[in-house]
C-alpha cells in the first residue's frame, strides 16, 4: 500500500517530547488553511510502498542509535487513513514510538488509528462555532459535516490510552482572544493532557491567503496572557515559540 508525502526529515529532537523523531510531512487534504503555505494543501508529489518507511527509519534507527519516534505532520495526515494504519502498526511492532496530528475531520480513521500509536495532536483552529472556524478551512469541506466529525474524533479521544495534545495556532486580530481561548479550552478539558499556544508565522510565503502575510508574529508576553486562560480549565498548558524552548504556563495563585 502506497502513501504520499512531500517530506522526510530525520534527527527532529523537537517534535516528539523526549525523543529524536523522523518526521514525515504529508501534504494534501480537504482543507485549504488560509495561513499556511499553499503547497500545505497541494496533493504530494511523492509516494511510496509502506516498506519503504519502515526500512527507511529502521535504517536511521541504526545508524544513529537514538531515533526512537516516528511523527506524522501535516494538515491532515489521515486523508490516507489506511495506508497511514498500515505503517502505523508496522512501526509500532518495530518498537518506534508514533505521533500523529490531526484535524478531527477523520473520526473513524483516527478511532482505527489509537491502537497504534502513543501521542496524539488535535489541531483545533478557532472557537467552534461556523462564522469563525469555516474560514479557517476553505471553502472545500462543509462545516456541519467537519463539526459532527471532529464531535466523535473528540469522543474517542477521551478513552483513548494515548498521550492527548490539543494545539492552537494564535493569530494577532484573529483568534487572539481570551473568549477564543476560554471556550477552546473548556471544550477540550475532560481529554486534554496538554494544549499547547503556539505563535503564527507568516512563512514560508506565499501564504494560501496574502492578507495573512501582513500579520505579524504574537509576542510571547501575548501568548502567556491567552495560556493563563487555558490555563483555568486544563490542567497543563504550553506556550511554544519560534525563538525558545517550549514554557510551561503555571496558574497564578487567586488572591
Given at each position: 500500500m502506497?502513501l504520499?508525502?512531500s517530506?522526510?526529515?530525520?534527527?527532529?529532537?523537537?517534535?516528539?517530547?523526549?525523543?529524536m523523531?523522523?518526521v514525515?510531512?504529508?501534504s494534501?487534504g480537504?482543507f485549504?488553511?488560509?495561513?499556511?503555505?499553499?503547497?500545505?494543501?497541494?496533493?504530494?508529489?511523492l509516494?511510496?510502498?509502506?516498506?519503504?518507511?519502515?526500512n527507511?527509519?529502521?535504517?536511521?534507527?541504526?545508524?544513529?542509535g537514538?531515533?526512537?519516534?516516528?511523527v506524522f505532520?501535516?494538515?491532515?495526515?489521515?486523508?490516507q487513513?489506511?495506508?497511514?494504519?498500515?505503517?502505523?502498526?508496522?512501526?509500532?511492532?518495530?518498537?518506534?514510538?508514533?505521533?500523529?496530528e490531526?484535524?478531527?475531520?477523520y473520526?473513524?480513521?483516527?478511532r482505527?488509528?489509537?491502537?497504534?500509536?502513543?501521542?496524539?495532536?488535535?489541531?483545533?483552529?478557532?472557537?467552534?462555532?461556523?462564522p469563525?472556524?469555516?474560514?479557517?478551512l476553505g471553502?472545500?469541506?462543509?462545516?456541519?459535516?467537519?463539526?459532527?466529525n471532529?464531535?466523535?474524533?473528540?469522543?474517542?479521544l477521551e478513552?483513548?490510552?494515548?498521550?492527548?495534545?490539543?494545539t492552537?495556532?494564535?493569530i494577532?486580530?484573529?483568534?487572539?482572544s481570551?473568549?477564543v481561548?476560554?471556550?477552546?479550552?473548556?471544550?477540550v478539558?475532560?481529554f486534554?493532557?496538554?494544549y499547547?499556544l503556539?505563535?503564527?508565522?507568516?512563512?514560508?510565503k506565499?501564504?494560501?491567503?496574502?492578507?495573512?502575510e501582513k500579520i505579524?508574529?504574537p509576542?510571547?508576553a501575548?501568548?502567556?496572557?491567552l495560556a493563563?486562560v487555558?490555563r483555568s480549565?486544563?490542567?497543563?498548558v504550553?506556550?511554544r515559540c519560534?525563538e525558545?524552548?517550549d514554557?510551561?504556563?503555571?496558574?497564578?495563585?487567586q488572591?
Amino acid at each position: 500500500m502506497e502513501l504520499s508525502y512531500s517530506t522526510i526529515v530525520n534527527g527532529n529532537t523537537n517534535a516528539y517530547p523526549g525523543r529524536m523523531a523522523t518526521v514525515v510531512k504529508i501534504s494534501g487534504g480537504p482543507f485549504r488553511v488560509p495561513y499556511l503555505s499553499p503547497g500545505e494543501s497541494e496533493t504530494p508529489q511523492l509516494k511510496e510502498d509502506t516498506s519503504f518507511f519502515v526500512n527507511f527509519i529502521s535504517q536511521q534507527r541504526e545508524e544513529d542509535g537514538e531515533t526512537s519516534a516516528v511523527v506524522f505532520s501535516g494538515v491532515e495526515p489521515l486523508w490516507q487513513g489506511n495506508a497511514l494504519l498500515k505503517l502505523c502498526s508496522q512501526l509500532k511492532a518495530l518498537g518506534f514510538f508514533i505521533k500523529v496530528e490531526t484535524s478531527g475531520f477523520y473520526a473513524e480513521d483516527l478511532r482505527a488509528l489509537l491502537p497504534h500509536v502513543s501521542h496524539v495532536s488535535l489541531d483545533l483552529k478557532h472557537k467552534l462555532t461556523e462564522p469563525l472556524y469555516a474560514p479557517m478551512l476553505g471553502s472545500r469541506v462543509s462545516f456541519t459535516v467537519f463539526y459532527s466529525n471532529l464531535l466523535k474524533a473528540m469522543a474517542f479521544l477521551e478513552n483513548a490510552p494515548v498521550y492527548k495534545e490539543v494545539t492552537t495556532t494564535v493569530i494577532p486580530g484573529v483568534n487572539d482572544s481570551a473568549d477564543v481561548f476560554d471556550s477552546i479550552s473548556r471544550q477540550v478539558k475532560n481529554f486534554a493532557d496538554q494544549y499547547a499556544l503556539l505563535q503564527f508565522t507568516p512563512f514560508p510565503k506565499p501564504l494560501a491567503d496574502p492578507v495573512f502575510e501582513k500579520i505579524s508574529p504574537p509576542t510571547r508576553a501575548s501568548l502567556l496572557t491567552l495560556a493563563q486562560v487555558a490555563r483555568s480549565h486544563v490542567g497543563r498548558v504550553i506556550v511554544r515559540c519560534f525563538e525558545s524552548e517550549d514554557q510551561e504556563v503555571l496558574l497564578r495563585a487567586q488572591r
